[in-house]
C-alpha cells in the first residue's frame, strides 16, 4: 500500500462533504441522465468506503464511468468526486489509480483533493524514477495542501530524497518544505527536526547559502546531529555563533535531549 489508514479517512471526509454539497442521490438514475448516474455512483461509493470496502461490482462500475466520454462534459465538481472515488475504491495503485489521480489533478477544486492526486503521482514517478516528475509532484502537492503529505508513511519522503540524490537544487527545496510540513506524530516531528535539519543544513551549506543553512539548525537538538555540525567543516563559519549559542555545550545538549525524550513518553 503507498497510503495510510489517514489518507483514506480524511479523504473520505472530503468525499462525503461534496457528495452532501450535490444533494441525495436519486432512486433511481434515467438511462441516459449521465450526471445523475454519477451522483448515484457517487453515493453508493461513499456508502461503501464507510465500510472499508468498495467491492469489485462498484469498482467496475467507477472504472467505466470514468472511461465514459461524457464525463468531461459534466460539471467540474461532479468529475472532482468520480476521480477521487476511483483513487480510493483503486487503493491508490496501479494505472488505473495512476490515470484518474491525472484526471482529478486537472479538475479538483479541494486543496486536499488536489494534494492527493499529485501525492499518487509522486509515487509512480518515484517508482518509475522519473526524479523530475517526483519532484514536480511534490511542489505541487505541497503547494496545494501541506497537511495531506502527513497522510503517507514518512518512509516515502526519504525515498524521494534518495531518488534526488543527483539533483541537490531539488532535494534542498524539497527537505525544506518537508521540515516546515505540519507534521503531528512525535517521531515525525523529530525527523523534521533533526535528520531533515540536518540534510537542509549541508545541502544549503554547498550551496553557499550558510544563512539557510544556520536557520535549518537552529532547532536541531539530537546531540549526535550537533556532533556532526561541529565535525563538518563545511560548517566552520558557523561554529562560533553555534558555541557562543551552547549548541556546542555537550553536558547541557544531552540533559536537554533527554528531557525531550522523557516528555515524548509521558505522551
Known amino acids: 500500500?503507498?497510503?495510510?489508514?489517514?489518507?483514506?479517512?480524511?479523504?473520505?471526509?472530503?468525499?462525503?462533504?461534496?457528495?452532501?454539497?450535490?444533494?441525495?442521490?436519486?432512486?433511481?438514475?434515467?438511462?441516459?441522465?449521465?450526471?445523475?448516474?454519477?451522483?448515484?455512483?457517487?453515493?453508493?461509493?461513499?456508502?461503501?468506503?464507510?465500510?472499508?470496502?468498495?467491492?469489485?461490482?462498484?469498482?467496475?462500475?467507477?472504472?467505466?464511468?470514468?472511461?465514459?466520454?461524457?464525463?468531461?462534459?459534466?460539471?467540474?465538481?461532479?468529475?472532482?468526486?468520480?476521480?477521487?472515488?476511483?483513487?480510493?475504491?483503486?487503493?491508490?495503485?496501479?494505472?488505473?489509480?495512476?490515470?484518474?489521480?491525472?484526471?482529478?489533478?486537472?479538475?479538483?477544486?479541494?486543496?486536499?483533493?488536489?494534494?492527493?492526486?499529485?501525492?499518487?503521482?509522486?509515487?509512480?514517478?518515484?517508482?518509475?524514477?522519473?526524479?523530475?516528475?517526483?519532484?514536480?509532484?511534490?511542489?505541487?502537492?505541497?503547494?496545494?495542501?501541506?497537511?495531506?503529505?502527513t497522510t503517507l508513511r514518512i518512509s516515502t519522503y526519504f525515498q524521494l530524497l534518495r531518488l534526488l540524490n543527483d539533483d541537490p537544487a531539488a532535494r534542498l527545496r524539497v527537505v525544506s518544505k518537508l521540515r516546515v510540513t505540519p507534521w503531528t506524530d512525535d517521531e515525525e516531528i523529530d525527523i523534521a527536526r533533526n535528520d531533515w535539519g540536518l540534510l537542509q543544513a549541508r545541502l544549503a551549506a554547498d550551496a553557499g547559502d550558510l544563512a539557510q543553512a544556520k536557520a535549518a539548525l537552529e532547532k536541531v537538538d539530537d546531540p549526535a546531529a550537533l556532533l556532526s555540525v561541529a565535525e563538518d567543516r563545511r560548517f566552520a563559519p558557523l561554529w562560533p555563533s553555534l558555541e557562543a549559542a551552547g549548541r556546542f555545550d555537550w553536558r547541557a545538549v544531552a540533559q536537554a535531549r533527554l528531557a525531550t525524550l522523557e516528555a515524548r513518553s509521558a505522551r
Do not use: H, W
Not at 436519486?26 to 453515493?43: E, T, W
Open 1 to 149: 500500500m503507498i497510503s495510510n489508514g489517514k489518507l483514506a479517512a480524511a479523504g473520505g471526509a472530503i468525499l462525503c462533504a461534496l457528495g452532501a454539497m450535490l444533494g441525495p442521490a436519486p432512486a433511481q438514475a434515467a438511462k441516459g441522465d449521465l450526471g445523475a448516474r454519477i451522483d448515484y455512483l457517487i453515493a453508493d461509493a461513499a456508502a461503501a468506503m464507510g465500510n472499508g470496502d468498495c467491492g469489485k461490482t462498484l469498482s467496475t462500475r467507477i472504472k467505466a464511468a470514468v472511461a465514459d466520454p461524457g464525463v468531461d462534459g459534466l460539471e467540474l465538481r461532479r468529475r472532482e468526486m468520480l476521480y477521487y472515488v476511483a483513487l480510493e475504491c483503486g487503493g491508490y495503485v496501479g494505472p488505473d489509480a495512476v490515470d484518474a489521480a491525472r484526471k482529478l489533478d486537472a479538475v479538483a477544486a479541494q486543496p486536499f483533493l488536489k494534494a492527493t492526486a499529485n501525492l499518487v503521482l509522486m509515487i509512480d514517478a518515484r517508482t518509475r524514477k522519473d526524479a523530475p516528475a517526483a519532484a514536480a509532484a511534490f511542489d505541487k502537492a505541497f503547494a496545494a495542501d501541506p497537511t495531506a503529505l
